[in-house]
């Protein structure tokens, strides 16, 4: 059963949503607001705030799996998720999920800001959306 209207959805991305789906690193908005302890109705109000991302679709809003991590603070998620406003749910998706060189651990490895927030590395993750706005 498909999800979506596979007239509006290209076959390649159709492909990355329903592997993202089946790895469980997005969730469909019954399942992340269960997890995340919400009501339906206070997860809108998260989303409509800017403090929890949502991938949208032609019918089809998804929620990445990231905000439940126990070893991460949601809070400091809602806070970054702000600071990243006018970008699309997708573009907030992959400023956190993609490695950066200004990220980098000890060792020079680029982290993704992910990472870098468990690892307790707010303030750089902050400059870095602060950096990535300024491009």
């Excluded at 982290?111 to 902050?126: E, I, M, N, S, Y």
Aim: proline fraction near 6%; include cysteine.
């Amino acid at each position: 059963m498909e999800i979506w209207d596979d007239a509006l959805v290209p076959l390649s991305i159709q492909e990355n949503i329903a592997a993202l789906l089946a790895n469980g690193d997005l969730l469909q908005k019954a399942e992340f607001a269960f997890g995340a302890e919400l009501t339906p109705e206070a997860l809108d109000v998260a989303v409509h705030e800017g403090r929890i991302l949502c991938v949208e679709m032609p019918g089809l809003t998804l929620y990445p799996a990231f905000y439940l991590d126990p070893a991460l603070q949601r809070d400091q998620l809602e806070i970054v998720t702000q600071m990243l406003d006018d970008r699309s749910g997708g573009g907030k998706m992959l400023f956190f999920t993609c490695p950066r060189g200004s990220l980098a651990d000890s060792s020079g490895n680029p982290r993704t800001p992910l990472q870098a927030l468990k690892d307790g590395d707010l303030d750089a993750v902050k400059r870095a959306v602060l950096g990535s706005v300024e491009r």
